[in-house]
């Protein structure tokens, strides 16, 4: 019996791939899917099975492709938000994978058609280990809004009722597998752990640590943004995914002239870090770093825009596609052969944005209007005193609203200074005239005990 | 039958793998040998010969280390200068590489030692190929000054004569095949071809377009920089080279904090693009991009200086310490794990430095300094009105001498950028307020039809 | 400007990559084109034309598919054979890659289509290269019998007309490009060298070195396999090749009992060297290696068979799908998991195959029925007396009539053991009792100056 | 905090690498070391101790190294059998790695030495996971016999009070963390499971199923081979193991007149498959398969061998040289260039041995003398009736002994052909005239449902 967990960076996403030595199933599969077809094949197995825990939100899934390349069928709940698959499993349903014994658990409150799957190496014996999807994660559980905001604290309770009733029987030695880690948009506050058992969950997971009342309280009370692609996802995951559009080197390396033709009033993201945007950058383009392209790709634009990619280098091209890709974001038409460089040496227009450290900030805070884009539980957190809060990607829409007067300095911050770089590159687009990054963010200006406001 | 020619980015040196199916010659091989290891064995030939066209000045040479770990001899000319080498050939000595013979030619003119070598497929027919070391590249010849500036153009006749009488008289249908292509600092003006042959060298190149006299002349009269790693070079290549210290992964990623401490009064090298570092960077820290390293890391440092290094991103670390240590430059101490990243949120100083497009300098040229740090050559070729010129390697010396002042704003141009990102740093150094690199530098000026000087 | 060219193993193919930096052609294709994508990215070029010398009968071509990847133009001769193109370039037509200029040249006599094309690094100045496709190899011409094996002569004749009326005029300098190198079966006495010139061809080929009528004899006499899948390799390459259906990974690893279901009377292709298929193979299977897998694959089957292969291990899998697909066979249905150790400890019926050393072959010679299956050329260069020879590719057809006895031992021999371990298989499945591969054929047959009949 | 586990394949071992974000330790490493290195230096930490279970018995160490390469410290315990160590830590003493508290509990029974380590993420909460080195595995616990096997009981009774007392007191929902799974030598009955929590374990291993009495009775009755290299590894791992003394592409490759004059009275080591062996070997050459390497390898030569390599391809070189140089075999002197195929072609001798299926074995089983070469425990299981026993490595010695008849068929089996290729060329070498190797061993001719012994 072999396990290997599959981490998809960026979107924190964990799959698994478990076999019995012979016949193998792969859980949650993202749409590029070779990972899975290579890690199977290393152990020596044949995938039999696609096994879903729901239908995800925040990636493009691979069931389908998965399933075709190798042959296996999608097996998943009978809810009918699932949407397809082959094999649809009522709660308490089992199968067989070769020598080990797979129950279905109908664990809703994350999504309604949520489902965990309890693993047994023997069929008599407890569980050795438990997929739980999004409903359990390390320290927590998924987040319970997705499906009406309004009613976030009511499916907290279900979601509490589905662990309490489902997985809380299960042997506190059963490794507990979700489908995130630290850094997902499906959850907050995970903890930072690699492995854990139903035991330990039991210990310290606020599902365990609150009663029903105060768990339902404290989830309905949470206020995560919610990704415009989100939507987008839902939709093709009903029918097992997408297949993939992308091929390593497949993205047109434009030169500089075909490039600024072509980029005209498209999407330009521009995939450096924010040091480098600021230095120099290309008039209108967004500012999104290559580890943030699988999330703010989706808040700026969508499956329809067509794209443009400006990187550091060339090797970085195939990684933000790859990136956009996983949240169905596939029409991008060319990145800059060369990198920023190459439009550098060419003379065109080019511009640069403002910076400051958290120490001049502070030292000159009455010059400067500050906006702090993350999201509001970071906001509540702690803040520095008097800023203006707005989530990074609700800047496009909301902030004309926000009390920010366009000739006056803006000073833009977030935790280290990545999604601060996007909000300057969305305030210099609504014609701000000095907009500046707050160097290291959040995370700097506490490094260095400066006054914080909750 | 079978050639591979191993390029070294950045110094452009090509060395050579030549086999006739069973024995293999190395010609001119670099210290990180692992490469022309791996290309025998894809050839399915063993290393028999260590070849050495004289003893290189750009890098440490791989000769002691290739032959001790191949099992081969090392194969020179009896020059006393080469300093080593099993096999001593005189001119016009023979060898056997299994079905091929190797005639060796002295060529002394770019230095006294100075060989090329012919290289038959059979014994009695016209040379199939010539390996020329830096006596002729494709278009132009190897410098002549480096054994002493004063007498290039006396070395420049003698080199003449040494293509004249040793190379002009094999087949025109001769592949020529040099040790360096554009970009090296051996030589200057290098035709961008991929291969060519000596009827066609004969067709184009100066050394055979020109006569000996105006070919003497303006060889005498080529100022290029000689870069202060030579020296060690030369001395540690005497002995056929270093033994390497570096492996992938050995050099130390520091946390903010430990690197903070250790590189103290160290040199810090920054290996990032102009724009990253204009948008902040370490206070006193060198502006080398990572391709410019195993020239500029050399004008900077030398075989004693500690090093820390800065980069984008902690995959460039392997890059940048091997580009070092092919100039003998060993001694890094670490790296910043993380990058630059890292730094930025720790909340540590950071320092700015300022960019300016060649447009906006041209509109505000008055407010402007303006120094050129391009070599003579190039900057007689065409530079900014008004412009102040060293080259960025002498700035640490001559800097003081420059009549620049310190008060005034100053913007540095070279080529398209990287160079003058240097002198950014050195003169931020040197403590000048206002430093601006001017963005793609003179391709871009020229891109746009400024106004410029000759 | 740089090139690079790019080796198809087992069919000794050459593509080309050129480019004048910015620029770039791919000059002869493979199916499976992300090699010349990312080579053409390494080089910093886009690529703009794909070139096609002639419709290529060994493998199917990637021109189709790269056209539409790149967005690139399809550029070939006016000659109705091509059958595809965007760009139908007449007998002398030129064309820029950006500051190359491009010469066509119809070169028929290989094949009636047959283009070569003269690459000049200036419009005025003498050739750079010649891309020769199977116009000229080193050494010799591609072969003549493909259009009408009655006719080789006469179009060896017309190749001869080619090579002295388009090719001989440009200059001697000019490097040779051809798209084949030794071991084609697009040729036969491909001279073993890695580059050459027009000059250097001009001394030593037998399209030089001969007269008109001697090399049409010569040509005309030559006897070569025409191995079965030119025909739909022809066919498929008249409209720009194939879109591939194969991905690393893709083809299905089954556990034995799945395989030996499935593989029932479908050809069975077991990978593994001579030795290996002698000590233990699948009944009725067929022993072809993996590097003859590109040729000796699409003699047993074609682009209809369902094919299933035995490895030595799941590495090679991909290995020999590739290899298959490149000759279009793409009906690869599954490769044993495990290799043929899998199968070997699952109890199934193995068989075993006979070998026999040269001296013991000699010794015991009149107890051997001798069958060698080399190319009659090869064998009319010697062989072992009394030696009944069939090309191993015409035995399923003709081994019917081959003077052998069944029931009487047969050795069978070629140059080294690979073919022979094919028409070793061949016997079995033909009903033959006792058959031993000749360990090292010929070549150790020779090496051991054993007697000789030519 | 993150964990990776890393096996090294051929030894069943598992080293681990635990870091908190920052800081991390690495239990147990190997002598080849940079899987490590760069393990950590993905996860963005700092190797900070290198931690030892026990001075291991059946690999060298990478300790030393990893510790100079790294700048760590190494952590052990406080028994003198350790023989080196930085940190010497008593039973029950703690450390901290960042944020994690680690335990060190003494739990000799394996070896006097043996420690584990609890490791806690947070001071004051049950253990996470727990390191147990060879004290429990999965489903059991290593051997007892090793420093003595007279006491093997004793030693077993040992390790029970050591498991009660030290490892069963933690927490059940503690990850059981051991240095060895299925198919190490220090161990047998291994379960086939990824991962594993104490309590799990507490369900089924033996040591906690079985009580004192009877789990020291059936350890002390195990029969459990013991390499001749164990001496060799616990003499070097005393210093914390060796510095590596390979490079991938160091082993020579040697053309066929080289091997043959330099193998001489060498040791040859074939690393084919047992059905390639039969096929065509090099006289008394010995068949040890790849996967065997790192254990057989040491079985037949030791540390002071010069030792040579057939291989079946070139790529196969590093491999079975790394594999050897984890046993401390270094002194690997060259490998045959081109493989098998290439001595095959020379014409030089290749001897042959015999196969036969289990099918065949049974139907003739008079005509032949069956020699068993598994261990004691796998022999006791069930065999082939009337076979005589004795354990593959113990041939060499006791080959002499055994009553087998040099004149009379042998057919050698093991669990599936490997070992009993082994087998098969110490017979041959003993002058044994007929020796088969039975194709599939007792899992084929347990498949089929052949007799079998007990």
Redo the contacts between chains.
Sequence with gaps: ???LRIETPGVAHYAYVITD??EAMVVDPRRDV?EY??AA?SL?A?IRCVVETHRQEDFVMGSARLAR???ASIVNGDHELFGHGDVRLPDGARFQLGGLTVRALHTPGHTPESMSYAVH?DDS??A??VLTGDAVFFGTTGRTDLADAERAGENAALLYDSVHDKLAPL???A?VLPAHGPGSVCGSGMA????S????ER??NEVFTLDRGEFARRKGAERLPRPPYFRHMERVNLGGGLEPVL????V????VSTFATGCGDKLVYDS??????????LASSYSIWLGGMPVFGGWIGDEHSPIYLVT?R?ADVDTAALHLSRIGIDNVQGAL?????AW????R??E?SG?I???ELHEQREAFQVLDVRDADEFASGHIPGAVHTYVGHLPERGAELPLVRRRPVAVTC???HRAGLGVSLLLRAGFDDVRNV???M??????DLPVER
């Excluded at 058992?197 to 330990?200: H, K, V, W």
């Design positions: 019996m072999k396990m030595g012979a070779e077809l290579n094949r020596g044949r390349e190798s042959g190496t014996g407890p050795w280990a042997a506190d030695t490794l930072d752990r690699p492995y058992t139903l035991g330990e210990r310290y091929r390593p080197g497949s047109p390396l434009l030169d450096r870090e924010p040091e480098g945007f600021a230095g120099g950058h550091d060339d052969a060369g990198g920023f460089g550098r040496k060419s003379g227009a080019i640069t910076v450290t958290p120490r935790s280290v200074g160097l290291g963010g995370t700097a200006w506490q490094a260095l």
